[in-house]
């Protein structure tokens, strides 16, 4: 085989160069072929920006470095290693085991991907994000390393990295890149997000167009040397001192605060709210809110107080509780973060507060509604014509005074008796009340007993009209038959009524119990009694016939009063027979 000349041996090393540089990361490559290239780190721009206090050392890392003792590089002095997670969607196989040595070492770790313009804008940011997932505390933010690579950048393709990058990791990434490439696609653009700059071999770095500052600088572009690392590494520096970095490193942030979770919890600790990495609002210095949550808040008429809208048209007085606590030692109130009210000028409400007590015709003082003293007439109903709805008519009844005692339930008469509990007819009648006694009738016929005599019967059409039949005797048996009175047996009638002696003192209603022989005359035996009486009582003869054996008791007592009565009408009292 013939040997190649060294004019072919150049030509072959410059063809390989050129296919491997796409893979590298600036700096990562030996310098010599880079530095022929006016997009890299040795370009300066016309901005140049040098630190303005301590820095802090560190290095960024890949496949190309190998097997890493990291333990040596952490005794070494190195503060913070980046390493890469792949480039486009094509991963580094060393990333994992970087990615975990670097934080069980003690150090601040960060990550980067090389930005492959080519490949798809959201399988590159899936790409970041299945590698690392949410920050923690000790993170920094990912970087998108943007330099000379496959095809030309673009801010859409780009800014879709961006977006879901920061949704993905919980933060928003840096950008790494040199002045020489980034001027040639970009002016101003993603100017929000920190910058990494490659500026080698000088005293203070060029910074791109769209920045006015650097947070990271790499200083070289592999050659430095660091124990623990085989060969030659980039070397980096952070723009401040190891309690910035540590503040910085503070993994995801929380919305749009700018703060991580971290820096959130420590100034919480002291009362206070967080807005771009320091604290703020609540018992602290200023607002509490990012620059963007102001914004968003102004967008609706309201102000921001502790990263949450506040105050103008929305709820709440507009003040932070420091701004609350100085305001009340003048004696004031605060509303939208200046003191009013009180002891000072202005009605210390807000908009919203003002409007909200105007809909109610009231003023508004130190967050309150004044509202005017309604007068006389305020609440009295207008004069109709007619009574008022609201008017209720008293009733046509007498309300006793409520100093007299009511009167004793057991005052009407007989309320405790149970209804047709052995009672005869008619017991809503009381007894004694303008009731006629039996009228000395014959002492075999047996003791008066409580009968209410129907007033629909026949017999009643021909009696005395001053003669109220209301006891009659009950008949000793149902086959007994009264003998025909003559004029010598009849006695004088005496008309006065035999009431018991109990009766005269007891003012309660009295109903005798029943008979302890024979049935019980109920209601309806006495109303079929009376029309049996009615048909058979039509008999012209001084006699009656004998009652029907199937006559209830009282039967042949009603026959016998009709008897007497007729035998009395028909003759006058004391005549003879």
Request: with cysteine.
């Amino acid at each position: 085989m013939t040997s190649l000349t060294h004019r072919s041996r150049i030509a072959l090393f410059t063809v390989i160069a050129a296919c491997a540089a796409p893979e590298e990361p600036l700096g990562v490559a030996a310098a010599g072929w880079q530095s022929l290239d006016p997009r890299y780190g040795h370009v300066e721009g016309e901005l140049k920006v040098c630190a303005a206090g301590p820095t802090v050392f560190g290095v960024d890392v890949s496949v190309y470095q190998g097997a890493i003792d990291w333990p040596k590089v952490a005794a070494s002095g190195v503060t913070f290693a980046i390493a890469r997670i792949g480039h486009g969607t094509k991963h580094d196989t060393y990333f994992e085991t970087n990615w975990a040595a670097i934080k069980a070492n003690g150090m601040v770790r960060g990550a980067y991907l090389f930005y492959a313009p080519l490949h798809d804008a959201t399988a590159q940011a899936q790409h970041i994000i299945d590698s690392i997932g949410l920050l923690q505390p000790g993170d920094l933010p990912v970087t998108i390393d943007v330099e000379w690579t496959d095809g030309t950048p673009n801010a859409t393709h780009l800014g879709t990295v961006v977006n879901l990058v920061t949704a993905g990791t919980g933060r928003p990434p840096m950008i790494y890149t040199a002045t020489g490439y980034w001027n040639q696609y970009f002016s101003s653009e993603f100017g929000n997000l920190d910058a990494w700059v490659a500026n080698w071999g000088v005293d203070c770095p060029s910074v791109p167009s769209s920045w006015t500052n650097w947070r990271f600088w790499q200083t070289s572009g592999g050659g430095g040397t660091v124990p623990g690392i085989a060969g030659g590494v980039d070397e980096d520096l952070f723009n401040g001192s190891l309690e910035d970095l540590k503040a910085f490193a503070g993994g995801a942030t929380t919305g749009e605060s700018g703060c991580t979770t971290k820096q959130v919890d420590d100034c919480g600790s002291f009362g206070c709210a967080c807005a771009l990495g320091s604290c703020s609002g609540g018992f602290c210095d200023g607002n509490g809110c990012s620059p963007t949550q102001s914004t968003n808040c102004a967008a609706f008429g309201c102000g921001c107080v502790d990263g949450a809208c506040n105050g103008g048209t929305c709820a709440g007085t507009g003040c932070t509780a420091k701004e609350v606590s100085n305001c009340g030692q003048f004696g004031c109130g605060c509303a939208d973060h200046t003191c009013a009210g009180g002891t000072c000028a202005g009605s210390a409400c807000t908009y919203k507060e003002s409007y909200d007590c105007a809909a109610f015709g009231c003023g508004c003082a130190d967050h309150a509604c004044v509202c005017p003293e309604p007068g006389p007439d305020v609440t009295e109903p207008p004069d109709t014509g007619g009574p008022s709805e609201d008017v209720v008519e008293p009733e046509d009844t007498f309300v006793p005074p409520a100093d007299v005692p009511a009167p004793p339930q057991d005052v009407p008469v007989a309320q405790d008796v149970p209804v047709a509990q052995d009672v005869f007819v008619g017991q809503d009648v009381p007894v004694a009340q303008d009731v006629a006694v039996a009228q000395d009738l014959p002492p075999d016929l047996g003791e008066p007993q409580d009968i209410d005599m129907p007033q629909d019967l026949p017999v009643a059409e021909d009696a005395l009209p001053f003669i109220d039949i209301a006891f009659l005797p009950d008949a000793p048996s149902l086959d007994y038959v009264p003998p025909a009175p003559d004029s010598a047996s009849l006695p004088p009638l005496d008309v006065t009524s035999e009431v018991p002696p109990e009766a005269e003192d007891d003012t309660s209603s009295h109903i005798p119990p029943a008979p302890d022989e024979g049935p019980t005359t109920r209601a309806d035996d006495v109303q079929a009694t009376g029309d049996t009486a009615s048909k058979g009582g039509g008999s012209s003869g001084g006699a009656c016939a004998a009652a029907p054996t199937t006559a209830t008791p009282a039967l042949p007592l009603l026959l016998l009063a009709g008897l007497v009565l007729l035998r009395l009408r028909r003759r006058p009292l004391g005549s003879p027979s």
